[in-house]
């Protein structure tokens, strides 16, 4: 097997749910070494998240889980049993860095703070993520991602403004800060690779998923105005939309950016006097007009299929693409092309299907190298071959209890 | 934590992320325009709402912490001069259609060719290659063909975007932790490489996993407004309070069912419901409403109790019910909010940045992480178009002031 870009990085991973196991799960991809520690008795909430295998709920059912932990190894400890920190101090002295997500105080009341890991160690890396940042007043703020992207703004940017707010889908924010805790991590990599330092990193993730709201924010600032949730109209281009096609909740986004864009939609519909139309002359003319040729395009869209008028308008240049859910993507012959997904043997399911590396690169293209650990799936392998602990010692640290 | 190396930023409003990103971690980003300024710099909004290329505010997003020249790299000695900055350059970030760069004699084989170790990041909607590598893109484009699209919004109308454009900082993302891990890997080897990042396949991220519901052969969610619809059964994560909404994981199962156990204790506590609904089985609840054994209205039943509790409060008084009772609530922040939020303020997290040539500053978002010994700094504002010309291609490419006037009246820089 070629080498991998991040076979000489070892992570002991203390997080869980969504957001931080996603971020190291993008180092994984690349090589880099990860034991991912679980409680044996409280449950990862992620591995009672859906999608789950044939819809059938239980521990390692969880495709999100799946997901964010693929090519992990996996070991459960009881942190909480003071049993347990002579292995933990020993995976502590092998990685090099330490991630955990849990809410602020947890690692300090069970002496894994940061204080504490460099006196084991003192270039350790090691990042916290949570919702609000290790300080401040709302620092013991807990929960998912949905609350740090409405407590950031999302919320409110996204739905009708003749409604109240939809929200992003699901917990946005656990889809962003992933990748600044990935950044995060290498970048003190590399701060350590020429000084020798280590460091602490305090990752909130409404502070890093704010970065996706700069424009808003700036606005703020800028100009004192609160923008706020706007449909699917844009300030430059019109038409600009999601318009209805043939079968259930079918649809299709199509964009015009320029006046050529416009003209060629209107052939396209077989429509061209609306192209002369004096209503639709400008962007600005045609975001004014917006519901009338709203109609008139969802009139054309709706006797076909999606991907039928996603065919015809990108013939002609036109911004356009089927509203795809799951299966559609699942189906998307360019995500087949990428080979978007990837399918690894599973030791309850048989097989299992995971995305793949989001980064190609050339030389040394990352890959999913396993499923992610059933509970407890590598506690031997941890202990032996990863801290090289003997027979004995591992049948003394089985027997205290602490592997659950 | 990356000051030695330099950054050649040729990307247009689908890339700026990336290299913003890098240069926030320390490194030199030069930005590399074309004469009259970045196709970015004409998306609003704008300082004063002046459509003026100097002020656009989704420029001041993505471009801190970089220089600026401009140069047209489609002719010749343009392309010479571009060949030369990259001979020494660490990385390359282009988001042109596949093939633009490379039919001008500037791919990533020919930089390649001059500066093995050179690593080169592609952001496009598509990918490099494959069916639909040259379609036409946008945000909204994206979006649809990323997963994320069908999943947002009311449940009665159209699938909707964020109306703050976010389909290509997810890929500008993906692409800086792609050029990190690659540049982990030159120092051991000393080689560079391409590094290829599809905005649709970044997106898929923003589905919560849900991408796999067709290949795992599970049920898939569907939007509903503030909330999800996954089976037969609507979650409503979104509550009205006093002074506007709040986002509430009111939700079942082993993991999430403990906090709707604490919460509708509490309710029975103070009087919101009876005793009884009060200590159902809470955890089994979701299991239950999916074999009938409890009745849909049940659900709705408590939903409207939560109402009730949720509406008689503010955002803020609910927050302190999150802080204090660990109670899964979050207000919905309007932009006022957000800036104002003491969290922010005692973290110190927004940064004021002066503009000289406006004669004031103004306040960007802070740091994306706190790191303790090297902390992420704020050194230079966005730059305007083609402000380090002189700086860049006299005092470090050597250029004599006649060469580089000459050059300008030709219309290359």
Redesign the interface.
């Known amino acids: 097997m070629a ?1 991998l ?2 076979e ?2 070892k992570i002991l991973d203390f997080m869980w749910v ?1 957001a931080g196991p ?1 971020g190291t799960r ?2 994984a991809d ?1 090589g880099a070494v990860i034991v991912r520690v679980e409680s044996p008795t409280r ?3 992620a ?9 059938q ?1 239980g521990p390692d059912a969880s ?2 889980f ?3 932990n693929a090519g992990k190894f996996g070991i459960t400890l009881d942190i909480g049993n003071p049993r347990s920190r002579e292995v933990i101090f020993d995976l502590v002295r092998w990685a090099d860095v330490v991630t955990e997500s849990f809410s602020p105080k947890a690692m300090r009341a069970w002496g894994l703070d ?1 204080p504490a890991i460099r006196k084991i160690k003192p270039d350790t890396i090691m ?1 916290s993520t949570c919702l ?2 290790q ?4 620092a ?5 991602g ?15 403004p003749d ?10 924010t ?3 800060s ?3 805790t ?3 991590i ?6 350590k ?3 020798g ?8 993730q ?3 998923s ?14 004192g ?8 109209t ?4 019109a038409p ?5 096609a043939k079968g259930e ?1 079918q ?3 199509i ?1 015009c ?1 320029t006046d050529d864009d416009f003209s060629a939609l209107c052939e396209v519909m077989k429509r061209p006097e609306v192209a002369r139309d004096a209503r639709f002359q400008t962007s600005a003319d045609r975001r004014k007009n917006a519901s009338v040729l709203d109609e008139i395009i969802s009139n054309w869209s709706r006797a076909l299929e999606p991907r039928e008028a996603e065919r015809l308008a ?1 013939a002609r ?11 559609e ?7 087949a ?2 080979g ?2 990837v399918e690894l043997p599973h030791p309850v399911y048989g097989k ?4 793949g590396p ?7 293209p ?1 890959q999913a190298r396993r499923a992610a650990p059933t509970l407890g799936q590598d506690n031997e392998y941890v202990l032996e071959k990863i801290l090289g602990y003997s027979e004995e010692q591992i049948a003394d640290v089985a027997g205290s209890g602490v592997l659950g | 934590m990356l000051s030695p190396y330099r950054v050649l930023d040729l990307t247009n409003e689908r890339g700026l992320l990336c290299g913003q990103i890098l240069g926030d971690l320390g490194a030199d980003v030069i930005k590399v325009e074309p004469p009259g300024g970045s196709s970015a710099r004409k998306i609003g909004p704008f300082f004063q709402d002046e459509h003026e290329p100097n002020r656009s505010l989704y420029w001041w997003s993505y471009n801190r912490n970089k220089r600026s020249i401009t140069l047209d790299v489609t002719r010749s000695e343009g392309r010479e001069l571009l060949l030369r900055l990259a001979k020494d350059a660490h990385f390359l970030i282009e988001s042109d259609s596949p093939g633009h760069l490379a039919s001008l004699g500037l791919g990533y084989k020919d930089l390649a060719a001059t500066n093995p170790a050179l690593i080169g990041v592609s952001i496009t909607p598509f990918g490099q290659d494959g069916p639909k590598a040259s379609y036409a893109d946008s945000d909204l484009v994206i979006l649809a063909a990323g997963g994320p699209l069908v999943l947002t919004g009311d449940d009665d109308r159209a699938p909707v975007r964020v109306s703050v454009p976010q389909g290509y900082l997810h890929a500008s993302t993906d692409a800086a932790v792609g050029a990190l891990v690659a540049h982990h890997e030159r120092c051991v080897s000393g080689l560079g490489q391409h590094i290829d990042i599809s905005a649709q396949q970044s997106l898929a991220l923003a589905t919560q996993s849900g991408i796999l519901a067709a290949p795992l052969d599970a049920d898939q969610y569907r939007r509903a407004a503030g909330g999800v619809k996954s089976g037969a059964m609507t979650a409503q994560l979104l509550f009205p309070a006093k002074d506007g909404w709040i986002s509430c994981t009111f939700l079942f199962g082993t993991a999430l069912g403990v906090f709707t156990v604490k919460l509708m204790r509490y309710l029975a506590e103070q009087g919101w419901c009876d005793e009884e609904t009060g200590h159902k089985d809470w955890i089994g609840f979701g299991a239950a409403l999916a074999s009938g054994a409890e009745p849909m209205s049940e659900y709705h039943r408590a939903t409207g109790i939560l109402s009730s509790f949720t509406s008689s409060h503010t955002k803020a008084e609910l927050l302190r019910f999150a802080i204090e009772k660990g109670f899964l609530f979050a207000p919905v922040s309007t932009i006022e909010d957000v800036v104002e939020s003491p969290q922010l303020r005692a973290r110190d997290y927004f940064q004021e940045v002066q503009h000289p040539e406006l004669g004031r500053s103004f306040r960007y978002p802070g740091p994306f992480a706190k790191f303790s010994e090297s902390p992420i700094q704020y050194r230079r504002r966005p730059p305007l178009i083609g402000e380090h010309n002189r700086e860049i291609y006299c005092g470090e490419l050597g250029m004599s002031d006649r060469e580089l006037s000459e050059l300008q009246e030709r219309g290359i820089i």
């Open positions: 080498r870009p991040l000489d990085v969504m996603a993008m180092l690349y449950i990862d909430t591995r009672t998240l859906a999608p789950y295998h044939n819809n709920i495709g999100l799946s997901n964010c940061y990042l609000m940042g300080t401040g007043p709302l013991s703020f807990a929960g998912f949905n609350l740090a992207a409405a407590i950031s703004g999302f919320h409110n940017l996204t739905g009708w409604r109240g707010p939809a929200g992003p889908f699901g917990a946005y656990d889809y962003v992933p990748r600044f990935a950044i995060a290498l970048a003190a990599l590399e701060y690779r020429r000084t330092r280590g460091q602490y990193i305090d990752q909130s409404a502070e890093a704010l970065h996706f709201l700069s424009p808003a924010l700036l606005d703020h600032s800028a100009n105005r609160a923008q706020i949730r706007a449909g699917n844009d300030p430059d281009f600009h939309g999601v318009y209805p909740d649809w299709v986004a964009v950016k990108q240049s036109i911004a356009a693409h089927a509203v795809q859910n799951s299966v993507f699942y189906g998307d012959p360019q995500v092309y990428r978007h997904f299992t299907i995971v995305e989001r980064a190609k690169l050339s030389r040394t990352g």
